[in-house]
């Protein structure tokens, strides 16, 4: 059950958004943990660094199960999202936040695409 108003706003928003916002919103949240992540590297908290980078590739596993497997790009976002993950995987290991950060620089440059294609408000098909 939702108790605070912050948490009602937030299923409310993904309730009533658009597919294409939707992949926007994933392509936020896997950004945040990823930046989580390397901080959680960089000031040596293992469990920040290891938790943060699960959840965001959790959320990259989400963005793979979101293809739509009759386009063909969805082929090679896969291939990227499968890559972006080892290299999490990698630097959660390690804990090394050069690998974490090329993530980052990709989920960057993926998600600006993706809010080029997709307008604010618009009710399109990612």
């Known amino acids: 059950m939702l108790t605070s108003p912050i948490q009602k706003y937030q299923q409310s928003s993904v309730q009533t958004a658009s597919p294409g916002q939707l992949i926007l919103m994933l392509y936020d949240g896997a950004i945040r943990f990823v ?45 990227i999202y499968e890559y972006m993950n080892r290299r999490l995987i990698e630097a959660n290991i390690k804990k090394d936040k050069a690998p974490a950060e090329e993530v980052l620089g990709h989920l960057v440059e993926l998600r600006d695409a993706w809010g080029k294609i997709i307008q604010p408000g618009q009710q399109g098909h990612a």
């Open 35 to 79: 930046k989580l992540g390397i901080a959680g590297i960089e000031e040596r908290d293992i469990s920040k660094a290891n938790n943060s980078l699960i959840r965001a590739q959790r959320i990259i596993n989400e963005l793979m199960a979101s293809l739509n497997t009759s386009v063909p790009l969805s082929a090679t976002l896969m291939g």
